[in-house]
Structures are given as structure tokens and as C-alpha cells.
């Protein structure tokens, strides 16, 4: 019974390169939802998506961040451009229902 | 902007000790959640409140959550070194928007 999935665990990536981070949900789960985490900065909502729908967007950056969740496949988190501010461990969750969500394992960003 | 504001920040105790984290919010919730999360981990949720006044206890965990469903706490009894970690609340709200997080308590039992 696999949780939430992301991949990779760990990037990294220089000074103006993309990043993609990917999350699988649980199986049956159809909302997704992205959370930046700095540390002793508690986890930060960025994104939450449905199938082919963005439902609310309203903690991404206006400019290099993206989010899609697509009909087929896994949700993907797209930062263009990436800078040392970026590096930040990215959590995935999913849920199937809207108030209790699961948590994948991460995903560590590292910006040099 | 609903916000919920978790004390104390960071918590040192000894094993055997007792204590209790808050999570407060001018917001009231539909509910709430507590969460565990250990170094390099993803958050592991713990339990999830509903009902106003509501307790639900987990072996030497229990969880309340206010009757006016804008705070919870969470008590351990006779802390050991396993509880070790990050404990974050977080709320649900209006429909249609994610769940809103505390900053946490960092708890750390030495033996």
C-alpha cells in the first residue's frame, strides 16, 4: 500500500538551472497539494491541485514556480531559473478528501 | 489570513517528564490535524479533530481540540527520547483551500 511518492529525494542544481520535482498521490487520492519548508519556518502551502486543475495557487511565486497534475501521471512542481533561495526541502501531499492529508518523504533542493 | 500560532517553540525535557503543546488560531476550524515529523521525514500525521471539546488519546498522547474549534493542545505523559521530533497543528478552513500549518514545537527528551 505505497504512500505518497516523490522523486528525487535529493537535487541539486547550480544558479539558473530548472528543477523538477515529481509526487505520485496515494492510490485513489485525487487532490494534491505542494508545501515549501525552510528551517524553523514551519511548512508553507504553495500549490494545491486537482486533476488538470489548479484550484489554488495563491502561495506560489508569481514568476519561475509552476505546477501541473496532469490526467496521466504525476503531479510535477517546475521551478525555471532556480536561485539560492529555492533550496528548500519540498513536501507533496495528497488526500481524498479535502481535511485530512498525507505526506510524502520530500524532496531536498539544493541551489549552488 | 487564518494563522495558527504554536507554543512553545522549542521544548528540552527530561524522560519521564509531562508536558503539553498549544495551537491557538483567531480562526475557527472544520478541523485539525497534529503531525509528527523527524529530521531528513516527510510530516506523519498523528490524529485528526473534528468535533468541538473532541479528545482522542494515542497510548501516552492525547489530543484536544477547543469547544469553540479555534485551538487544540497536545499533552504526553511520561516523555521518552521516541518522542523526539517536530509536532505540527494544522487547520482546516473555507472549502476549496489547503490546510494551514503551525510553525511547530521542536520537543526533545534526553535520558
Known amino acids: 500500500n505505497a504512500g505518497v511518492m516523490q522523486n528525487p529525494r535529493h537535487l541539486v542544481r547550480r544558479r539558473g538551472q530548472e528543477a523538477r520535482l515529481r509526487c505520485s498521490p496515494m492510490?485513489?487520492?485525487?487532490?494534491v497539494y505542494w508545501y515549501r519548508q525552510l528551517p524553523e519556518e514551519g511548512l508553507k502551502f504553495m500549490v494545491y491541485?486537482?486533476?488538470?486543475?489548479?484550484?489554488?495557487e495563491s502561495g506560489m511565486p508569481k514568476e519561475r514556480f509552476s505546477a501541473e497534475f496532469p490526467k496521466e501521471g504525476p503531479s510535477i512542481l517546475r521551478i525555471q531559473q532556480v536561485v539560492r533561495g529555492d533550496s528548500a526541502a519540498y513536501f507533496c501531499?495528497?488526500?481524498?478528501?479535502?481535511?485530512?492529508?498525507?505526506f510524502g518523504e520530500g524532496s531536498w533542493l539544493t541551489v549552488v | 489570513t487564518q494563522l495558527l500560532e504554536q507554543s512553545p517553540q522549542f521544548l528540552s525535557i527530561q524522560e519521564g517528564e509531562n508536558l503539553t503543546v498549544y495551537c491557538n488560531s483567531s480562526?475557527?476550524?472544520?478541523?485539525l490535524q497534529w503531525y509528527r515529523q523527524e529530521p531528513g521525514e516527510g510530516p506523519v500525521l498523528l490524529v485528526t479533530?473534528?468535533?468541538?471539546?473532541e479528545v482522542k488519546k494515542l497510548k501516552r498522547l492525547t489530543f484536544q481540540f477547543g469547544d469553540a474549534r479555534k485551538d487544540s493542545s497536545l499533552h504526553i505523559t511520561a516523555a521518552q527520547p521516541g518522542d523526539t521530533g517536530l509536532y505540527l497543528c494544522?487547520?482546516?478552513?473555507?472549502?476549496?483551500?489547503?490546510?494551514?500549518f503551525g510553525k511547530g514545537t521542536t520537543l526533545s527528551v534526553s535520558s
Open positions: 491541485l486537482q486533476k488538470e486543475n489548479i484550484i489554488d
Open positions: 479533530v473534528v468535533t468541538g471539546g
Open positions: 480562526s475557527v476550524f472544520s478541523s
Open positions: 501531499a495528497s488526500s481524498g478528501s479535502r481535511d485530512t492529508i498525507y
Open positions: 492510490k485513489g487520492h485525487s487532490h
Open positions: 494544522a487547520g482546516a478552513g473555507q472549502a476549496g483551500t489547503a490546510l494551514i
